[in-house]
């Protein structure tokens, strides 16, 4: 039987493994895509610019497709887990930024070190808190004027 | 019926457009694919820096599964085809030049203005020299000590 992989395995499997900055970018990602909405005109390409060079880039180019050969995907890097999205064509950016509170909890270091197992527990953990805490606890949105420009 | 895609289906799919830059990078992406062979540890991660900034990228994320969110694409931009290829652990880097004739000939611009129509054939001919022009032509292949770093 043909089972179509799941948005979340498409994502996993191009990244090449399951960590929290995978399943960060996963929920900013499907977030967006569902406050972008469908593309105001045929040839109006998704472009994208993160503030962080982190694995949560690869769900941008399966979700979002919005690809770094394409130039569709810009990082443009601050170290802070804010993403931009622009429909070109418009003149609105869509802004979404990780709750500072999470990423410090994410990056806390567990006291003493970990053996394997506890360390694959302690990241299966953090990956539900980030894909099912609630959303004005994981990011905040802001419409702002703007647009991003490819390259 | 369930139909698996083809290599070259899932690269131009993800690219998410057919065109002469996804066509190099999917001919150099097989060709190191089939040039470095299996991974020599289980833990061996295939490392790729591209020195140009092109669509080509898009191939050696799909076929090489080198992707930029996992830090395992590297561009460092001079603006020339060239391509170097590294299992981490090893010593080796592979490098793969595109035949700068070939590039010559792809860049040279089509005297007047081109109707969609004949733009779309003039694109399809060139994917096709790309993809099966002999490997002599296409590249060169060197094989050189020297290790790339993740980042």
Redesign the interface.
Known sequence: M?VEKTPWEQVTD????TCP??AI?YRVAVLAQKEMGIRPTSDSELLIKAES???????F??IN?A???????MIEDTHQPIYWFHFAGTQELLKISVNSALMKRLDSSHPGPLSPREKQNRNLEMIQLILTTDEEDFCSLERVPGVLTKG
């Open positions: 043909c191009f990244h090449g493994h900055g995978i970018g060079r982190s694995c949560a880039l690869d769900a180019q399966i497709k690809t770094i050969g394409r130039k569709a995907l």
